[in-house]
């Protein structure tokens, strides 16, 4: 029988006196802002008790890992038409993404690389009636949770600075990969990224992938196949090119954001969220790494 | 209750009328020969019985499967003290590998592609003592199987046809990151990789991967924790740049071969390996890819 | 003693004649409208009478033409300051170019690459007080020649289609190489490239750099020494990934442009221009190159 | 009327007086043993006396200026053949060769970077009946000097450290661009760039190139259509990743060695050979580049 809880705190307790935390992403001068400290872990089992320490009812922005849930929503309505337009492969580069954009002919290798995450946004703005509110409706639903929110200064904070994804989005532009106008893709695209959830909330948005699709309710959002599927690519492509190292020492599908968030999870069995917003050199939280690198060995639970 | 037999004969009889079964690889002159139509699945359970179709019990020269056992011998002697030499990323790299090695500084991204591998190879001439003999040693004793050996002709015809693999290995060398000689370290090379094993020997020799750690006889060879990384670089790295694919559509670890193989497995439940020796144009056995997703899908066991 | 209007006149007959003349660039609309059987050449000799023939006096879209023109005028303005932001190596790069400019964190090839051009697009608006107004004034100053126009409609042409520059720019942005606003700098440039002149014109704008700096009128516009850089970075960098084509089979200083233009010249002898727009695979005028290459053999008038 | 000898002296005297001088190269093991302090200019004029200075008379290693005339041998033997398996455009790679060899299908940039070099001297082997000694003699008459030897220790030491070469022709020969063995071909190669000259002997081997294809003796070696296009790509392709500011700074088709000797021409007008052994960080000589850019600079003369 585990004591989840004494590993959660002595996880904690470990990682929160070091001196080292990783550096708060500067790009989204938003962002800055935030407080270095702040550390929080939120462990929601699928049959069974949650536990949790530290910051972990603090909201703070989302950012990449809303790409999971636009992938997720556009997987679930338009199923493998998605693999028309981008692919599933890892990057695998170390320096940056617009490169093998453009020797790929505009076909961005993932949907959790910026690029592929633009194509995805470019979809649902295709197919949804009232994409910004109908996407954050849908990660209301499936987090069971109609609190949360954009934050619109993280959002236009982004759309001033963010001149990379600007031109990301007219590179595919100038290869045809993006059907609508840049500037509205990517005010979508910047809201979405923009979504405040706290640890707790990004395990029950989560919930679905552990639990064969469906969320805390019982309401089917996305079958056993596809969410197989989603969980494939949390894996190989989840961490930028750092995917391989966190499938080596985690050993989790999972998905960080520039926010300092991190969730994980084993299907069956569980999902995690940490948040840290200092970053390693790699641009996923710092302590967030280490401490599902310790939980997952702690507790020898990991899909490997 | 899965009818394991019942699913293994529908793939079979389903995948072997195929016209189209692939190419087989031309590159090695002895491998050309290998009549296109061989077909066979052997399904080893953890706890419980086997099942299999098909030519399983021909042998056929394993290759780069081959990798991922001199990985696992180089680990267990040296620890993590490996990656001091490699990396654990995929390569994402759809066009080839010397690139990225050049780009990298002679730092392979991981053990599975061909310039990772003889990295690895140089790492065992420089620790044991009869390199080729205690390899193949190695192989024999986590397959229980005194009657693996190499295939002589297969390793002389690599050795005169393998100038990609001279390429690598002397560019290694450049960087100061091979020790032995460049012949020494692609004479052990070829040898490992021509090792020949028919589909029931080589779910013998990936059993311990899908049990803890443990041979069929019980013995240990790995850690625990080491199977899991080993497990978590095959999901990452073992199919080239079809890494993402095959996690997408079968979602196990696995590692395939230019002749034709493919293992595969699910921890704490089987091994898999299925022998086909036409190749997609990514060099994966074709028949073998879609009989592996044809497996997943109708059992829907995977790690995901 | 050469006789110009006979080669001229062969070199005409000879070319015009070819079934295959290219193919006219259809990614700006406008330019997808004009004529592809027009072909033209002047010969502008700087001690000496000029020779011409076909459409050597119909205006076109000099384009790229218009880099050299933009860059002599920074560089008049900014001595060596322009190579803190961007460097006179050729590209080499047959398939794209925000690959480099990625690799190299944001600091163009040369000035005549796209993202080089932009680069000094941005510096010129920095340094001139009505930045179109002064540019224009310019190139018609050192062409002597008032009637020089820009062609609104093709600038607005490629304002509304031009998304590759706009990601050239958007990624010089993320990279602080660009210190106004993306979008006034592309309106620059756009109007910079939709510049109109004919063959004669060209020959004149030109004409300065094959006399010393001096333009026709002997009014100097540049020094000798930066006459003769211009020069050199024409000769490496002028024909995109055609360079050392065109250096090889030419053997002069030159530019081309995707309305079909040529320019190039001999220090001390002549400028000469030639406009066919019909585009080889590289995006050079077709006939244009052909012309040069018999003009240079038959006169044997090179640098080299 | 210039004073050359007073030109060359004064630039003697400024640049000898330098405390920085470059590194002399250590890959090459015997190489490393030349005392950095030498440094002499031997200036050849097609029609007028010549002129020198310091250590022009001291015999030293071409290796890469050999290129050059490897090249003009088995382009006056192929004609345009060899472009079949090589090309004439700069690489324009600041990191490595091997990448863009690998992308391109196993064709080199251009004669003058070791894998089209290798090339050349696969062509040369299959051409000449004794390829070295051929080679050497060629070499011996074109500078209508007997005494011109090969430095056998340096190609010794040079086959023994020579691994980025190995895999270079192993790369090329895994393409199908190399017909004889790579022992051979590299063994041709290594003694070729053995060849030891001094600065007046460079100067009278590249007295062609300057005469219209014709020796000092007025014995022709090449046409003069084959001379302008060996010097166009001297002077795209002639220096490594630093060609582009070659042109720029100095103006004169030229080729450097990591001897540390340079020779740069003008046609019509004069042969120059520098000698340096310390390099700079682009593998060219330090005190070699600043000593031509003074004297194109002094003397105003450059084919720009």
């Known amino acids: 029988m585990i004591d989840y809880q004494a590993i959660l705190d002595e996880i904690y307790q470990r990682l ?26 939120y462990l929601n089992r699928i049959k069974g008790d949650d536990f949790y320490v530290g910051d972990w009812d603090e909201p703070f922005s989302i950012q990449s890992i809303s790409k999971v849930l636009s992938f997720a929503k556009a997987f679930s309505l338009q199923k493998n038409q998605v693999f028309k337009r981008l692919d599933v492969e890892p990057s695998g ?23 592929g995450a633009i194509v995805i946004a470019d979809m649902l703005i295709s197919l949804l009636d009232n994409p910004k509110e109908d996407f954050l409706q849908f990660v209301r639903d499936i ?6 929110q954009f934050n619109k200064k993280v959002a236009a904070s982004e759309a001033e600075t963010g001149y990379n994804n600007y ?7 100038s290869f045809g990969n993006l059907k609508n106008d840049v500037d509205e893709v990517l005010d979508f695209y910047f809201h979405q990224c923009s979504i405040e959830m706290n640890c707790k909330q990004l395990t029950k948005a989560f919930y679905p992938f552990a639990n064969r699709g469906k969320c805390m ?8 196949n596809q969410v197989k599927r989603v969980n494939a690519i ?3 492509c989840g961490f930028y090119d750092e995917a391989g190292e ?18 994980a999870l084993l299907p069956g069995e569980f ?17 967030g790494m280490h401490a599902l690198e310790l939980f997952t060995t702690k507790t020898n639970l990991s899909i490997f």
């Open 16 to 41: 929160q006196q070091r001196v080292d935390k990783g550096e708060v992403a500067s790009y989204i001068p938003e962002l800055a802002q935030v407080a270095p400290e702040k550390f929080g872990i």
């Open 93 to 115: 580069n170390p320096f940056n993404h617009l490169s093998l954009l453009e020797l790929e002919n505009g076909i961005p290798r993932n949907p959790f690389i910026n690029s």
């Open 143 to 148: 987090s069971n949770d109609q609190t949360i």
């Open 167 to 173: 031109a990301a989005a007219n590179l595919l532009k």
């Open 217 to 224: 309710q019982g309401k089917p959002h996305l079958t056993l």
């Open 234 to 236: 949390m894996l190989t």
């Open 246 to 263: 966190f499938a080596f020492e985690v050993g989790l599908p999972g998905k960080s954001g520039v926010g300092g968030g991190i969730v």
């Open 271 to 287: 999902t995690i969220a940490c948040w840290s917003p200092g970053l390693n050199e790699k641009g996923n939280s710092y302590l």
